[in-house]
T-cell receptor, first 111, second 112 residues
Framework: QKEVEQDPGPLSVPEGAIVSLNCTYS??????FMWYRQYSRKGPELLMY????GNKEDGRFTAQVDKSSKYISLFIRDSQPSDSATYLC???????????FGRGTSLIVHP | DADVTQTPRNRITKTGKRIMLECSQT?????MYWYRQDPGLGLRLIYY???????NKGEISDGYSVSRQAQAKFSLSLESAIPNQTALYFC???????????FGDGTRLSIL
């Protein structure tokens, strides 16, 4: 079992839908949680960065961390075709600070 | 200009050739990383460097070597390329111990 599990999708939704992307993990030492967006032929771009549990909101994006369940989520409200990309979760502990990445979820938002 | 620049962006070469991928950054970050990305496998860490005199193996370092020529430059070499090293390679940087990474746009490498 990988330390970080992420459903690869693809997840296909209509424009305007609320999207929920999720990752589960097994290492209880993880404290730092990140979401990256990767467009085709581009590098991953940091979307959200949170420490420990709780919610963080930035525009249409909300990151949620539930350490008791070892589960993190990224919500996208009012999804747009430009949100079509692969979303990678990543997390790290206070020891190495080197993140462990999920495999990524492919999201398709169709008009 | 991009903060993290990778060259070349695309490369096709033959089995047995020596290849160097280069990464340079203008972010002033001390920490630099090399990853490969394969479909279905996600990002896997090859090597990382926390400063110019520090080099560390990652999850999949066999068949690869690196050189940290300066704070801003980190090169990845494939001494004798083989087809299963065909992948998308990314360089990343980070500042301080717990800051997230910033990625370049990758090198698409094909080994025939």
């Amino acid at each position: 079992q990988k330390e970080v599990e992420q459903d690869p999708g693809p997840l296909s939704v209509p424009e305007g839908a609320i999207v929920s992307l999720n990752c589960t993990y097994s290492n209880s030492a993880f404290q730092y949680f990140m979401w990256y967006r990767q467009y085709s032929r581009k590098g991953p771009e940091l979307l959200m960065y949170t420490y420990s549990s709780g919610n963080k909101e930035d525009g249409r994006f909300t990151a949620q961390v539930d350490k008791s369940s070892k589960y993190i989520s990224l919500f996208i409200r009012d999804s747009q075709p430009s949100d079509s990309a692969t979303y990678l979760c990543a997390m790290s502990s206070g020891g190495s600070y080197i993140p462990t990445f999920g495999r990524g979820t492919s999201l398709i938002v169709h008009p | 200009d991009a903060d993290v620049t990778q060259t070349p962006r695309n490369r096709i070469t033959k089995t047995g050739k020596r290849i160097m991928l280069e990464c340079s950054q203008t972010k002033g970050h001390d920490r630099m990383y090399w990853y490969r990305q394969d479909p279905g496998l996600g990002l896997r860490l090859i090597y990382y460097s926390f400063d110019v005199k520090d080099i560390n193996k990652g999850e999949i370092s066999d068949g690869y070597s690196v050189s940290r020529q300066a704070q801003a430059k980190f090169s990845l070499s494939l001494e004798s390329a083989i087809p299963n090293q065909t992948a998308l390679y990314f360089c990343a940087t980070s500042d301080l111990a717990f800051q997230p990474q910033h990625f370049g746009d990758g090198t698409r490498l094909s080994i025939l």
